[in-house]
């Protein structure tokens, strides 16, 4: 066995444990990664898992109760680098839908009414940076494969990963479809982040923003182009709101010309 | 009095966890955990349209994604009226193949198989178990190619949609997956004997009801309008909520279901029970050669029935490619309606799955999901008890742990729908207190003394009763004063509290207070409540029944009531007028 193993632990915390799980799908690559990395945390996947020091920790999911942000805080303690991996970790997830806390408590109550949970204290969810310092962020709904082993290899050989800096437009002209926003659909693809390939509009279908927010999107000039497309400016919100998380409103707050 | 704590349970789908508390020898309590924070789901898809719902709800798991998009677009399509042609029901059909074959394959092989076969993980296992592992997952793979030629991507895929398919796969494509379906078939038929085959342990064995949909034309699969049970009763999907029953408990975030009050299981061993006459083909002759009554009443054998499941997909994948190939395309069917009513139902592969939803005005203005796990959370803890108590019986605490983890693991729970893992822990002295308050909190309770007089430390129920009613403590009985009165026992609205020596193996004098829902199996109990059942109580009364047992010295004849044994009645009394 190498010496010098990149020491990689996966953690899970409140999601749909799919990113967890395309990093399961990825076995052909995972065996040439173990040559130079080894898996030491990965409770989905095994039962002996370490608690020592790590040099990558990839953590999926909001935090939602206090023992994960308990959780979260040891990890972010014993991990080198830690990296948000999905788009519960990298914005909130659908579950952080509730931006206002008073509207999530009352949403709480609405589920479990007032029976006093024993066992975890739930917490508005959050994305991770909301509690702890995030080295770098996987989005995703969930994470791209090649995206996810194009940042591993990187981070495997001590270089810092570079992100897919450009809108989902970008991979759609790639595959050569037709713009949907000339067919009056109502397409997130200018203002969400690459990495999926445009899987959706190469289905005919239009981009639902699943991969969050694209930072440097012209949210100005998408907001004119759908609004006079006849869009209600309420649908536009809530539709880029779905999979963006808290991240929304620093989002908005960057398009001039938002209705709302 | 001790915990068992199984806080992960590795190997499972999310972060689930249980624990058991031993107090001497008797297993008082087990809580299967939700450690994943609530999502609030149902709540955060109202004032969305159902597209958005659809694009939405399937995040809730990872696994049972196309189960989660399939149950979605079965209920929008009911409520909007939406008919959608025969290839498009057929490649649905296909789509959820995949998802049972991707599942069930990662389940028994790399989740299971470890914990038969002595290995920590399913790479471990690969030293010995190479060919197995090589080709689950070359199985796995299969699922997951059908899923994301179907749905768009293996995970979260948006293809399917009410109406229809965004885009449908090409002929090519399918008659690749025919050809590889049948590939596998001797390999499947080997994981079929391997399964059935294992030397699965007969702790826990119980008899249960099972559920699953009932597909039409009396045929074996995974969707129906109608629920069946295994004792026969079938309801509407529409009515799934007398099947579910659901209810809230204070130690997960995974609500909870039981049937006219009786907790039941869904799966692949559910299926298999209800429909497994209906098998065709080799799925059949496995099922007639390895289906026996271990079948009904043991959880492990969900494992077998996974593998019989895998069979059966095998099987029927090139059957629906070959019906559907040469139909026209068809494309997607536009809702018109704008309001309605539906609920959805599938088999996801760890059970039944409802998505019900209420429309107004083009938006959600209802939601209700009931997952599998939500729904066998309460045969989970009921068998875990069952194991740990007569595990515990057979003086072997050790084996506790591993146990219950097996338990857990069988039912292939998906944590992220429901839930985190295995704990056992060992009852805090005075835990008894905390748990007697809580229920005088709760409303009605009627205190029961049992046992006999004259027998030394077995009279403390008769004795500890008398002494609660001169104190004027309520509603108090003797055992002897409820012969020949069934009116007091009509309406089973009140709690009741046995009062009655326990030997638990603890000192004597130590006090412990258990659910007898939970515990009604461990034989000490059973043996002194079984002669009271029927003749004096209504076995449903027992379902909202405790037993606040005390330790004894001696129960021999004529002796008195022991020093310690007196001092424990002083302290309940205490602690009742508190």
């Known amino acids: ?260 | 009095m001790k915990t068992i704590v199984l806080d992960h349970i590795a190997r499972i789908e999310g972060n689930g966890g249980v624990v058991a508390t031993i107090d001497g020898n008797i297993v008082t309590d087990v809580k299967f955990l939700v450690n994943e924070g609530p999502r609030l789901i149902e709540r955060l898809v109202i004032g969305k349209t159902p597209e958005e719902d659809v694009n939405l709800v399937p995040r809730i798991c990872a696994i049972c994604t196309v189960s989660h998009k399939y149950a979605a677009i079965r209920a929008m399509e009911k409520a909007l009226e939406v008919k959608v042609g025969p290839k498009v029901k057929l490649l649905r059909e296909l789509m959820h193949l995949g998802e049972m074959v991707e599942s069930h394959s990662l389940h028994v092989f790399y989740l299971a198989l470890p914990d038969y076969t002595g290995f920590p993980n399913a790479i471990a296992m690969a030293s010995k178990f190479g060919f197995e592992v090589r080709i689950a997952l070359e199985m796995k793979e299969f699922g997951n190619r059908i899923m994301k030629t179907l749905a768009g991507r293996y995970i979260h895929g948006e293809n399917p949609v009410i109406g229809g398919f965004g885009k449908l796969p090409d002929r090519k494509e399918l008659a690749w997956i025919k050809s590889r379906a049948a590939q596998f078939a001797p390999f499947v038929h080997t994981t079929v004997k391997l399964f059935c085959e294992l030397d699965y342990p007969d702790i826990p064995e119980a008899e249960t009801l099972y559920a699953c949909c009932n597909p039409p034309d009396n045929k074996y699969g995974f969707v129906g309008d109608e629920i069946i049970l295994s004792n026969g009763d079938r309801l509407d999907v529409e009515d799934y909520k007398k099947l579910t029953g659901e209810f809230i408990v204070s130690h997960s975030f995974c609500k909870r279901s039981r049937y006219k009050g009786k907790p039941y299981s869904v799966g692949a061993l559910a299926r298999v029970n209800c429909l497994g006459e209906r098998l065709e083909g080799g799925a059949r002759t496995m099922y007639k050669k390895y289906f026996n009554p271990r079948w009904t009443r043991n959880p492990l054998l969900n494992t077998a029935a996974q593998a019989l499941e895998l069979l059966y997909s095998f099987e029927r994948i090139p059957q629906v490619i070959s019906q559907l190939i040469d139909l026209p395309d068809e494309p997607v069917v536009a809702a018109t309606k704008q309001k309605g009513k539906g609920t959805g139902a599938v088999e996801a592969p760890r059970g039944t799955l409802f998505h019900s939803y209420e429309i107004t005005k083009g938006r959600v203005s209802q939601a209700d999901i009931i997952t599998p796990t939500a729904q066998n959370a309460e045969d989970i803890e009921r068998y875990c008890h069952i194991a740990a108590q007569k595990i515990l019986e057979t003086g072997q605490e050790e084996g506790i742990r591993d146990r219950m983890d097996l338990v857990i693991r069988s039912f292939d729970p998906c944590v992220s729908c429901s839930v985190h893992a295995v704990q056992v822990r060992t009852a805090p002295d005075g835990e008894w207190k905390t748990k007697l308050r809580e229920l005088q909190t709760t409303g009605r309770l009627m205190l029961v003394g049992l046992g006999s007089d004259g027998h030394s430390d077995d009279g403390v129920g008769l004795s500890l009763a008398r002494r609660m009613k001169t104190s004027g403590a309520g509603d108090v009985w003797l055992e002897t004063e409820l012969e020949g009165r069934p009116d007091v026992m009509s309406g089973h609205d009140q709690t009741i509290v046995f009062l009655d020596a326990l030997d638990f193996g603890a000192a004597p004098g130590k006090i412990t207070l258990l659910s007898l829902q939970q515990a009604a199996w461990n034989s000490v109990l059973s043996h002194k409540l079984l002669p009271l059942v029927g003749r004096l109580f209504d076995p449903a009364a027992l379902n909202n029944a405790f037993f606040l047992g005390i330790q004894p010295k001696s129960v021999s004849e004529g002796g008195k009531i022991s020093e310690p044994v007196a001092g424990a009645m002083e302290e309940v009394l205490k602690e009742w007028t508190h």
Not at chain 1, 100 to 118: A, F, H, I, S, T
């Open chain 1, 1 to 260: 066995m190498p010496k010098n193993l990149v020491r990689i632990g996966i953690f899970e915390l409140t999601g749909c444990a799919g990113d967890a799980l395309l990093i399961l799908d990825c076995e052909d690559e995972l065996i040439n990664i173990f040559r130079a990395a080894s898996i030491d945390a990965f409770l989905m996947a095994k039962s002996d898992n370490s608690e020592g020091p790590l040099d990558v920790a990839l953590v999926e999911g909001s935090v939602s109760t206090e023992k994960e942000l308990h959780e979260l805080q040891q990890i972010r303690e014993k991990a080198k680098v830690l990296v948000a991996i999905g788009g519960c970790a990298c914005h909130g997830g659908i579950q952080s839908n509730f931006l206002d806390p008073e509207v999530w408590r009352e949403n709480l109550k609405n589920v479990y009414g007032d029976v006093k949970m024993v066992h975890a204290v739930p917490l508005q969810a959050k994305p991770i940076d909301a509690f702890v310092k995030v080295d770098y962020y996987l989005p995703g709904c969930p994470i791209g494969r090649e995206q996810f082993l194009f940042t591993l290899a990187r981070m495997l050989n001590g270089s810092p990963p570079e992100l897919f800096r450009f809108p989902v437009c970008m991979e759609c002209k790639w595959h050569e479809n037709d713009c949907l926003l000339n067919k009056n659909i109502l397409c997130l693809g200018p203002l969400t982040a690459a990495g999926c390939g445009a899987v959706c509009i190469n289905h005919n279908l239009p981009c639902v923003g699943c991969w969050g927010p694209y930072e440097e999107a012209n949210r100005t000039a998408e907001y004119a182009l759908l609004i006079e497309k006849g869009f209600s400016p309420d649908l536009i919100r809530q539709k880029m709101a779905n999979f963006s998380g808290v991240k929304i409103a620093e989002f908005l707050s960057r398009a001039k010309g938002d209705p709302a």
